[in-house]
């Protein structure tokens, strides 16, 4: 069976840093892309940063201003985001999506499979 699955949430203080993974399992190709996006209540799935397939081209919302990396290892089917600096503003369900072309999107309805979301909760 296909799946994503994001682990790495948590809770932390402001100013502290979470390593997000997204892991792929089950698909017959490698040439995906994949994106993070977020969900608060009450507000519609936002952006986070996405990443081509070779790694040659990344992505990030406007809100990140250089506080978040994405990055994968191929070879591990798995994509990480790294959050520095977190913001009580960054709390939110943290999904990944899965883009089976090799090319990245800023949009989720872009993205064909997705994560169960994890967990991010930032205290100030």
């Known amino acids: 069976e296909a799946q994503l699955v994001e682990s790495g949430g948590g809770l932390v203080q402001a100013g502290g840093s979470l390593r997000l993974s997204c892991q792929a399992s089950?698909?017959?190709?490698?040439?995906?892309?994949i994106g993070w996006f977020r969900e608060v209540p009450g507000k519609e799935r936002e952006f986070v940063a996405a990443?081509?397939?070779?790694?040659?081209?990344?992505y990030y919302g406007d809100f990140v201003e250089g506080r978040f990396t994405i990055s994968r290892d191929n070879a591990k089917n798995t994509v990480y985001l790294q959050m520095n600096n977190l913001q009580p503003e960054d709390t939110g369900v943290y999904y990944c999506?899965?883009?089976?072309?090799?090319?990245?999107?800023?949009?989720?309805?872009?993205?064909?499979?997705w994560g169960q979301g994890t967990q991010v909760t930032v205290s100030s």
């Open positions: 990443i081509h397939r070779s790694s040659s081209t990344t």
């Open positions: 999506g899965q883009k089976t072309t090799p090319i990245a999107s800023v949009e989720s309805s872009a993205y064909d499979y």
């Open positions: 089950g698909f017959t190709s490698d040439e995906y892309a």
